[in-house]
Structure formats: C-alpha cells, structure tokens
C-alpha cells in the first residue's frame, strides 16, 4: 500500500508520481516472492 498526502489542490502529475510509486513497490513485492519462491525450491 502506498499514501501519499498533499496540501493544496490536485496537480495531474501527481497521478504520474503514485503511478511510478505503485510500480516500483509492485517490482519489489514480485522480486521478494521470487526469491521466497527460489529459497523454497532448493529447502533452504
């Protein structure tokens, strides 16, 4: 989960910057479940 807050009216870029935000916490959740994944498999 991502939040963010902002004081003031909403700018359109900030879509983009949650937008990059999600992805890169998306990236790294399936990175750590591959690994999960890998480490399991060999009976780490």
Known sequence: MALELKIGEFKP???GTMQFYLAVLNDAV???KEIQERLQS???
């Open 42 to 44: 060999l009976d780490v």
């Open 13 to 15: 870029e900030y879509e």
């Open 30 to 32: 399936r990175l750590l």
